[in-house]
């Protein structure tokens, strides 16, 4: 069984490590933390080869249950889980009811069942079924079945109620049928939090699931922007207060380093890590600064160990060429851009200024990307639409976020916490 071990904890940020992971118990995660996020059990783009080439991938994966649902009878006949089926036989496994990157829609639960979507489209779970499917998974971790729909713009009263009760029951249920469960009695259950964004519902869910013998705690409905980040804020820290402090927090589909350091500041432990995902998906390499200890060498620059004076004067020129190429632009010349989906932690390599960009995606990175191509290849890929853009992204944006973790980490156990978060919201504004 594993276990939480709480070293520090500054405000309510908590660092610590879980211990007794994987089939020999010899494996270890240090929180805050993420784990690795995978499409249809496989991280994108990536081979197993690839993903060896990146820095401090974390020692657990994230499935989703929704892109594995329909491949039920054949996992079942091959008897020996997801985990030796996909390559991932080295990892601890930890299986989400849902995709953070693509949440189905809303209003298909019942009493009885929760939808998922997969490829071929809706599947009704019971608590049967799901039981069934983690039998033929068989991950170290799974969320259990629960009902997470948040409405936009807020929640009833009553459907917040009503999310908590169904959510107990699915728990009481799978409990229940995982008692009877020879192949799953080792199993650990992460219990889901819900309730909207009415806190005498989120308090009762959180006091209910921590009564259960769960091991772990999904703060659910989080995700999206049906919350103020102020009203997100204020239920994560007055739930967090109700839960046992032996037993990890996770959240799904809180990406950028900013909320990641709001909820780490709220109590929450363990993130996925669907965020650098996205960004490649849209062309874009993660360029921000997470060091909170200044460089002798660069005192008072701010810079990051990736940065260097000379690539932050580079930068200012880029804004300047970016302006002057935005009046040569031409449809035919470049793709369309959503400007809106870009956040202040990344580049676009899409765009036209980077045609003749030969330095790396991000100066002074170790990737692979970064030590054997520029900017300007990854932007011919991306124009050219070659699948290589997409795997040399990941395999950059991966090793950046998890480098990022390890900052979160290092400045919890130093004392400054506060610094990070200076840089990290100097670069958001």
């Keep these: 069984m594993m276990k939480l071990t709480i070293s520090k904890v500054t405000g309510k940020a908590r660092l610590g490590v879980i211990t007794s992971l994987g089939q020999n118990g010899e494996k270890s995660l240090e929180v805050p933390s993420c784990l690795l996020y995978t499409k249809t059990a496989s991280p994108p783009h990536l081979t197993h080869d690839t993903l060896q080439t990146i820095e401090g991938v974390p020692p657990v994966t994230h ?20 985990g030796k089926f996909a390559g991932l036989s080295d990892s601890v496994l930890y299986c989400s009811v849902s995709d953070p990157v ?19 489209g809706r599947i009704e779970l019971t608590t049967q079924k799901f039981m069934s499917l983690q039998s033929a998974l068989k991950v170290d971790w799974f969320q259990c079945l629960a009902d997470g729909e948040v409405m936009p713009g807020g929640s009833s009263k009553k459907r917040a109620k009503k999310s908590v009760d169904r959510s107990l029951n699915f728990l009481d249920e799978c409990l ?20 909207g964004d009415l806190l005498e519902e989120r308090l009762r869910s959180a006091r209910e699931t921590a009564k259960r013998p769960v091991g772990g705690f999904l703060l659910d409905g989080f995700q999206g922007t049906a919350m103020t980040q102020e009203t997100k804020l204020n239920l994560l820290t007055s739930v967090t207060a109700e839960l046992p402090e032996d037993k990890p927090r996770f959240i799904h589909g809180v990406g950028r380093p900013d909320e990641i350091l709001d909820c780490v500041e709220c109590g929450v432990d363990l993130f996925d890590s669907s965020f650098p995902y996205e ?31 000379e690539s932050n004067v580079l930068d200012k020129a880029e804004l300047c060429d970016g302006e002057k190429n935005g009046e040569e632009k031409t449809k035919s010349e470049e793709p369309e851009i959503d400007q809106s ?25 170790t990737c692979y990307c970064c030590r054997n191509h520029s900017r300007a290849y990854v932007h011919h890929l991306l124009i050219s639409k070659e699948l290589l853009a997409g795997i040399l992204l990941i395999i950059h944006n991966f090793q950046h976020y998890f480098s990022f973790f390890g ?5 919890l156990r130093d004392g400054k916490l506060h610094v990070l978060k200076e840089v990290i919201q100097r670069k958001a504004s």
């Design 279 to 309: 960004v490649a998906e849209r062309g874009s390499a993660l360029t921000f600064d997470h060091q909170y200890e200044p460089d002798p060498e660069t005192a008072g620059g701010h810079l990051s160990p990736d940065r260097t004076p």
């Design 407 to 411: 900052s979160v980490r290092g400045a």
């Design 341 to 365: 989906q870009i956040t202040s932690y990344e580049i676009c390599l899409k765009e036209k200024r980077f045609r003749e960009d030969f330095r790396p995606l991000l100066p002074g990175c």
């Design 176 to 195: 229940q049928l995982l008692a009877k469960n020879d192949v799953l009695k080792d199993k650990v259950v992460i219990g889901a939090i819900e309730g």
């Design 102 to 120: 693509t949440p189905g829609p809303s209003g298909y639960n019942t009493i009885k069942t929760v939808s998922v979507w997969g490829s071929g």
């Design 63 to 82: 499935v989703t249950l929704s892109t594995l649902a329909e491949h039920q009878e054949v996992l079942e006949e091959y008897k020996d889980g997801i």
